[in-house]
């Protein structure tokens, strides 16, 4: 797998996320793996790329209507919860 993985170069698989590094809690920066696996959360994370294509932006996706999706969820959910006989 080392000719596909492993670096940022063109001809790789590139998955990875662009994480804000400039907030309080990573301040100072000393240890940065140790740092993103102890203090960092998802608050952090601005972009995820997948086979080098971004697919989300500030936790939401650029190729498809998430909040019309989410509407629908909403929608089922309550249609779903109103016939429980609970």
Do not use: H, N, Y
């Given at each position: 797998?080392?000719?596909?993985?492993?670096?940022?170069?063109?001809?790789?698989?590139?998955d990875?996320?662009?994480?804000?590094?400039?907030?309080?809690?990573?301040?100072?920066?000393?240890?940065?793996?140790?740092?993103?696996?102890?203090?960092?959360?998802?608050?952090?994370i601005?972009?995820?790329?997948?086979?080098?294509?971004?697919?989300?932006?500030?936790?939401?996706?650029?190729?498809?209507?998430?909040?019309?999706?989410?509407?629908?969820?909403?929608?089922?959910?309550?249609?779903?919860?109103?016939?429980?006989?609970?």
């Amino acid at each position: 797998m080392q000719d596909r993985i492993g670096e940022i170069a063109p001809g790789k698989a590139a998955d990875f996320l662009l994480i804000d590094l400039d907030v309080p809690k990573m301040r100072p920066l000393w240890d940065l793996t140790w740092e993103l696996v102890r203090l960092a959360d998802r608050s952090q994370i601005d972009a995820v790329f997948v086979a080098g294509k971004l697919r989300l932006w500030q936790g939401w996706p650029v190729d498809w209507d998430a909040c019309a999706f989410l509407k629908e969820v909403d929608e089922t959910a309550r249609e779903v919860v109103a016939r429980a006989p609970i």
